[in-house]
């Protein structure tokens, strides 16, 4: 069963970020991904990096993806708007930083430095850019949030930074190699250093 996010509530303050999520994925690693709450992350960041999502020609919807370095945890956060209400969407970290062709082609595979099988995030084996399904809320909205050790914001093997980020019209099944069959893009957006 895909791991559905949605999370109910985000709480920004200066010093502490409190994400509350049901049924979210947080950390990598135990119990196959699935954590009730991504708990406080206190202090600032040690490097961030954002991606603006565009939709693909037909598609008329936008959002954000950030990911913030706290040691070694990245913290994924993610908001779209203009989706199909109560829908699950693949969501996957590529390659590459190209968003130019309408199958995804040009963002080439799910970002692997590890030379890992597709897979479920937080058990086992997986590529570093698989990522938590999403699931949109009654009004076509997605707010996500995820942690992992598997990527990287600031320089080495890992980094996200030149790569880009695609949200797929299908949820991954986390088993067909290489991507999951989570079919083609519904949107992308570069990954770039804050």
């Given at each position: 069963?895909?791991?559905?996010?949605?999370v109910?509530?985000?709480?920004?303050?200066?010093?502490?970020?409190?994400?509350?999520?049901?049924?979210?994925?947080s950390?990598?690693?135990?119990?196959d991904?699935?954590?009730?709450?991504?708990?406080q992350?206190?202090?600032?960041?040690?490097?961030?990096?954002?991606?603006q999502?565009?939709g693909?020609?037909?598609?008329?919807?936008?959002?954000?993806v950030?990911?913030?370095?706290?040691?070694s945890?990245?913290?994924?956060?993610?908001?779209?708007?203009g989706?199909?209400s109560?829908?699950?969407?693949?969501?996957?970290?590529?390659?590459?930083?190209?968003?130019?062709s309408?199958?995804?082609s040009?963002?080439?595979?799910?970002?692997n430095?590890?030379?890992a099988?597709?897979?479920?995030?937080?058990?086992?084996?997986?590529?570093?850019?698989?990522?938590?399904?999403?699931?949109?809320?009654?009004?076509?909205a997605?707010f996500?949030?995820?942690?992992?050790?598997?990527?990287?914001?600031?320089?080495?093997?890992t980094?996200?930074?030149g790569r880009?980020?695609?949200?797929?019209?299908?949820?991954?099944?986390?088993?067909t190699?290489?991507?999951?069959?989570?079919?083609?893009?519904?949107?992308?957006?570069i990954?770039?250093?804050?």
């Amino acid at each position: 069963m895909p791991v559905r996010c949605s999370v109910l509530a985000l709480a920004f303050a200066t010093a502490t970020v409190a994400v509350l999520a049901s049924g979210c994925a947080s950390t990598q690693g135990g119990n196959d991904g699935n954590v009730s709450v991504v708990n406080q992350v206190a202090g600032r960041p040690d490097a961030t990096a954002v991606a603006q999502i565009e939709g693909t020609p037909g598609n008329f919807l936008g959002g954000k993806v950030s990911f913030a370095q706290f040691g070694s945890v990245v913290v994924v956060r993610a908001s779209f708007q203009g989706l199909p209400s109560n829908t699950t969407f693949g969501l996957h970290v590529h390659e590459r930083a190209n968003c130019s062709s309408t199958d995804g082609s040009a963002a080439g595979g799910h970002f692997n430095p590890g030379g890992a099988p597709h897979g479920r995030p937080g058990s086992g084996a997986h590529h570093a850019g698989d990522l938590p399904n999403v699931q949109s809320l009654g009004e076509g909205a997605v707010f996500y949030a995820f942690e992992t050790r598997a990527l990287s914001v600031s320089d080495g093997p890992t980094s996200v930074i030149g790569r880009s980020v695609i949200l797929s019209r299908l949820p991954d099944d986390y088993q067909t190699q290489p991507d999951g069959k989570s079919g083609p893009p519904l949107a992308c957006g570069i990954i770039r250093l804050t």
